[in-house]
């Protein structure tokens, strides 16, 4: 298990000087500024954790904690990464898994390790099998536990940062009122099925006999994601959209043609995401997200897939950037998706 953490430095100016009063005051799902925020938090869980503590600032969680939870262990292409970021007063926080880096051969791997794991989920009928991305599963159960811990701390008042490498850290004032759960590709995939989870078993995961501080599950606010795959099979999202949580507050982010929500194909069987989903299509204006009726489905065959890379070179040239492409591994890059979740009045996600 490996651990990092930081703590962010005061900046001047913030983007959102009010940022963790919009994080727990906020009541609709959802929210322009908090698709904002939590997609550069995504863009940026691929650095370090200063690095993500210093944009969380930026934004507005000023003097912020942020700590790290990973996990790798290559044999099991497992490569499970996440922020948990405390606001300083310790009333809201942020959990961000990592997605795919371009350069990581393992998690690539486990991106397309579809062989289905079994879960059982409470249903009307009673308990009930449903089958979910083997890959995914296993990257959110790595590292699920010590999150879970880190919540309760964070729920009974207590720092999330580790006391023995932060000795100078002070505790919050307060515990813990809202919780956002967000995460770009792999991310977007692991954030949603760490809600689920949450929501499905809270007996044996979350709940405790001596929880002064309540549930996870009663402080989670929403999901947000940007360019997730589908996490399960159809049964698995049917029954995550009869639940009136998670069908309203997870919230999927789709740019264009990004190819990652198509999968996995149908070839790997029946997938379908659950929850609402927003596109974006160019050349609209910056920040027109359009509410999608039909979830985005499977790529048809495996040669969509082969071809989605010719996106990247296909777009850097002035001859070819105009071909459409049905899959577009391109339009699955982060930047892509800051450009687009930009309010109008910023020029970047540094305000300026």
Same mark, same amino acid.
């Given at each position: 298990?490996?651990?990092?953490?930081?703590?962010?430095?005061?900046?001047?100016?913030?983007?959102?000087?009010?940022?963790?009063?919009?994080?727990?005051?906020?009541?609709?799902?959802?929210?322009?500024?908090?698709?904002?925020?939590?997609?550069?938090?995504?863009?940026?869980?691929?650095?370090?954790?200063?690095?993500?503590?210093?944009?969380?600032?930026?934004?507005?969680?000023?003097?912020?904690?942020?700590?790290?939870?990973?996990?790798?262990?290559?044999?099991?292409?497992?490569?499970?990464?996440?922020?948990?970021?405390?606001?300083?007063?310790?009333?809201?926080?942020?959990?961000?898994?990592?997605?795919?880096?371009?350069?990581?051969?393992?998690?690539?791997?486990?991106?397309?390790?579809?062989?289905?794991?079994?879960?059982?989920?409470?249903?009307?009928?009673?308990?009930?099998?449903?089958?979910?991305?083997?890959?995914?599963?296993?990257?959110?159960?790595?590292?699920?536990?010590?999150?879970?811990?880190?919540?309760?701390?964070?729920?009974?008042?207590?720092?999330?940062?580790?006391?023995?490498?932060?000795?100078?850290?002070? #505790?919050? %004032?307060?515990?813990?009122?809202? =919780?956002?759960? !967000?995460? @770009?590709?792999?991310?977007? /995939? +692991?954030?949603?099925?760490?809600?689920?989870?949450?929501?499905?078993?809270?007996?044996?995961?979350?709940?405790?006999?001596?929880?002064?501080?309540?549930?996870?599950?009663?402080?989670?606010?929403?999901?947000?994601?940007?360019?997730?795959?589908?996490?399960?099979?159809?049964?698995?999202?049917?029954?995550?959209?009869?639940?009136?949580?998670?069908?309203?507050?997870?919230?999927?982010?789709?740019?264009?043609?990004?190819?990652?929500?198509?999968?996995?194909?149908?070839?790997?069987?029946?997938?379908?995401?659950?929850?609402?989903?927003?596109?974006?299509?160019?050349?609209?204006?910056?920040?027109?997200?359009?509410?999608?009726?039909?979830?985005?489905?499977?790529?048809?065959?495996?040669?969509?897939?082969?071809?989605? #890379?010719? %996106?990247?070179?296909?777009?850097? =040239?002035?001859? !070819?950037? @105009?071909?459409?492409?049905? /899959? +577009?591994?391109?339009?699955?890059?982060?930047?892509?998706?800051?450009?687009?979740?930009?309010?109008?009045?910023?020029?970047?996600?540094?305000?300026?």
């Amino acid at each position: 298990m490996n651990d990092d953490s930081a703590i962010g430095p005061v900046l001047p100016s913030p983007v959102y000087p009010d940022l963790t009063d919009d994080l727990v005051k906020a009541s609709v799902v959802p929210d322009d500024q908090i698709r904002f925020v939590l997609g550069v938090c995504s863009a940026y869980a691929y650095g370090d954790a200063s690095t993500v503590a210093n944009v969380m600032d930026r934004l507005g969680l000023t003097g912020n904690r942020c700590r790290m939870i990973s996990e790798y262990v290559d044999a099991l292409f497992l490569t499970s990464t996440a922020y948990l970021i405390q606001s300083h007063d310790g009333r809201a926080a942020i959990l961000c898994y990592r997605g795919t880096p371009p350069t990581s051969a393992i998690t690539w791997l486990t991106d397309f390790e579809v062989e289905p794991v079994t879960i059982t989920l409470p249903g009307p009928a009673g308990p009930s099998v449903r089958r979910v991305h083997g890959g995914f599963y296993r990257n959110v159960r790595s590292t699920r536990f010590k999150i879970v811990e880190l919540l309760r701390a964070a729920i009974d008042g207590k720092s999330v940062l580790d006391p023995t490498e932060n000795p100078e850290d002070v #505790p919050p %004032a307060g515990g813990l009122e809202a =919780l956002y759960i !967000t995460g @770009h590709s792999l991310g977007g /995939a +692991s954030a949603a099925l760490f809600a689920a989870l949450l929501k499905f078993e809270p007996i044996k995961q979350v709940a405790r006999a001596s929880d002064t501080g309540g549930e996870i599950i009663d402080r989670l606010r929403a999901v947000y994601t940007y360019g997730a795959p589908m996490t399960g099979n159809r049964a698995f999202a049917d029954a995550c959209d009869a639940d009136p949580f998670l069908a309203k507050n997870v919230v999927r982010y789709v740019y264009a043609n990004d190819v990652v929500p198509q999968i996995p194909p149908r070839a790997a069987g029946s997938y379908r995401h659950f929850g609402q989903e927003h596109r974006y299509t160019p050349p609209s204006e910056k920040g027109t997200w359009r509410p999608s009726k039909r979830p985005r489905g499977q790529l048809r065959s495996l040669l969509e897939l082969a071809t989605a #890379p010719l %996106a990247i070179t296909a777009t850097s =040239l002035r001859m !070819t950037r @105009h071909i459409p492409f049905h /899959a +577009s591994l391109s339009d699955h890059f982060p930047q892509y998706y800051l450009d687009a979740l930009t309010p109008d009045e910023l020029r970047s996600e540094f305000g300026d």
